[in-house]
């Protein structure tokens, strides 16, 4: 099958590009590298040629509401309207457990994005899943040494790798809307997260733990953004990961 993943140079979006061609699969990556613009979709007729399904993994970090809505509803347009002039039979999307919990600016972008599929004319999947084990080294990251100012925020990781075979688990079947959330193993304090991170890296920073304020600190330190009902469910732990990616030099 031919498989288009949009941002598939990204962290789902390589494993996933990788993951179908171990399974025998065609894919083929529509990012700006590629000489498709996803926003203004420039060269996605062309790249959707022959395609039967798409997987969009597209991201952008940006944390205003406006530019948010702005980038996934146009970019999930773009997608689904070549991909139905282009006869594609399967649009699945990545989205993010709590979107509809948690009142931050970039996951009203997402909803956008999921009411965009929904409205299309390509059959859907949508699937919610929770923070990458990723998730902590791109916050550290973030934050300007020496100190790393982080929100108390509790999570349920997966990693990134476990999320990109479950997405293409479900390319390969029939559209089914909403599937269930996917999560990692267990339940995480971001806070103590970021301090074994650090510890795993040798590197000496002070940890500043603050909760966000009003409604969305309020939901992110408690389960808004932990799956609410049963679902799939990865195995790799973040200590697990840890060791796997500090031994690789990430």
Known sequence: MRVAVAGGTGAVGRPVVEELAATGHEPVVLARSRGVDLVSGAGLDAALAGAEAVIDVSNRSVLGRGKAVAFFGSVSRNLLDAG????????????????????????????????VVKGGQVPWTVLRATQFHE????????????????????????????????????????????????????????????????????????????????????????????????????????????????????
């Open 84 to 115: 139905a002039r282009a006869g594609v039979r399967h649009h699945l999307a990545l989205s993010i457990v709590g979107i509809d919990r948690v009142g931050h600016g970039y996951y009203q972008g997402k909803l956008r994005q999921e009411e």
């Open 135 to 250: 998730f902590v080294l791109q916050t550290l990251q973030q934050m300007p040494k020496p100190l790393a100012v982080v929100p108390r925020m509790n999570t349920q990781p997966v990693a990134a790798r476990e999320v990109a075979r479950h997405l293409v688990e479900l390319v390969l079947a029939p559209p089914r809307g909403m599937a269930p959330e996917l999560a990692g193993p267990s339940v995480e304090q971001l806070v103590d997260l970021v301090r074994r991170l650090l510890e795993a890296r040798h590197e000496r920073r002070l940890v500043v733990p603050v909760r966000l304020p009003g409604a969305v600190g309020a939901a992110m330190a408690g389960d808004g953004q932990l799956p609410a009902g049963p679902g799939p469910r990865g195995t790799e732990t973040f200590d697990e990961w840890l060791a796997r990616t500090v031994t690789r030099g990430a």
